[in-house]
């Protein structure tokens, strides 16, 4: 059984500071890590791997972001930081890493990036699960899993809290359903995105972590691996001003026996002019 899991790196969202006013993002500490969500991805595969003996891929889209990113001071784009996310995936337990890079990525939005993941698992080929988080904490877009099953034309099951059984070529899976789960049947090969907390990710061991940098390779393919051509690249969104929420106000808090909050609650009202 061949698993593949698709890992985005991030900026570390408690490195930085939002400030609303200016409408920027300042790094207090510029540091990257896996997007938490698609640890949970890479737990689900590996938990698959111990029961079932798969061999699990991680594979990372080097960009700037889905998005252009409104951080001041960004690093340069094409830059492959995502190399030190697939080497701590595969210290965690992933058999083989793959990194997307190239200039022609940098910009990539959730379309181009599609394009570029989906071509490189068809050049993989022979895979039986594809395994992706539900969201990524910088975009919150929850849409990269459900087009790539839809550009490879697989079956999908989004918000998976639990894999229950895989037999015969066909999966079950505890899928979120309203404030419950119902559980499904999937015929393989098939798309998972696994919901932010179906699982608790485990850390690596130390000695794995250096074997990912001292032993193990990371396997990069770019434009001509992918066979990609630059109006294949051309991209489907463009950004063309940023807004952020304005800040935040304190909130009015009423004291007092339930009459006196009341005639207070009246009075605020009607000075703010909603009565």
Sequence with gaps: MRIVVTVKQILDPTGFVVHRRREMIFINREEYIINPNDKNALEEALKLKDTYGAEVIAISLATNGLTPSPIANQPPSGEPRADDALREALAIGADEAILLTDEAFAEADVAVATLILGRAIEKLGDFDLIISGQEAL??????????????????????????????????????????????????????????????????????????????????????????????ELRLLTQTRRRAFPPPREFGYQITGTPEEAARELVQYLKSRKVI
Excluded: F
């Design 138 to 231: 910088d975009s919150s877009g929850r849409q990269l899993g459900p087009r790539l099953a839809e550009y490879l034309g697989l079956p999908q099951v989004t918000g998976v809290y639990k894999i229950v059984s895989l037999d015969d070529g066909r999966l079950r899976a505890e899928q979120g359903w309203g404030r419950g789960c119902v559980e499904v049947e999937v015929g393989l090969p098939a798309l998972l995105t696994i919901a932010p907390d179906a699982n608790r990710p485990h850390y690596p061991h130390g000695a794995r972590i250096m074997d990912a940098y001292r032993e193990w390779e990371v396997t990069t393919w770019g434009c001509a691996d992918l066979d990609l051509r630059e109006e």
